[in-house]
């Protein structure tokens, strides 16, 4: 969660909003980390989770960091079996939702 927390404040427009939200339904409980920043355009969408890929940003503020945040999320990810899906859109905001399974909901 850190790791996408600290995306959406460092790729945030100024002034901009993050909104965490947590939703329970039959299958799973899903975690919502959205912001009102840069986004990501659709072209380099599925190469964010690679280890030191940084989009490029065409602001004059530099944002500093490694390029391994996201693939580090992929991989604890993977490991809790948590489905990551990203809904982003250049200069609109990125969303990403954390799919944890519900073990409590019994059908």
Known sequence: LYNIIDNAI???IDNGKIIISLNINKKHIVLSIKD???GIS??????IYERFFRQEISRNKQIKGTGLGLSIVKKIARIHKIKIMLNSELNKGSEFLLLFKNTKHKD
């Open 10 to 12: 460092k790729y945030n």
């Open 36 to 38: 009102t920043g840069i």
């Open 42 to 47: 659709k072209d380099i969408q599925n190469r």
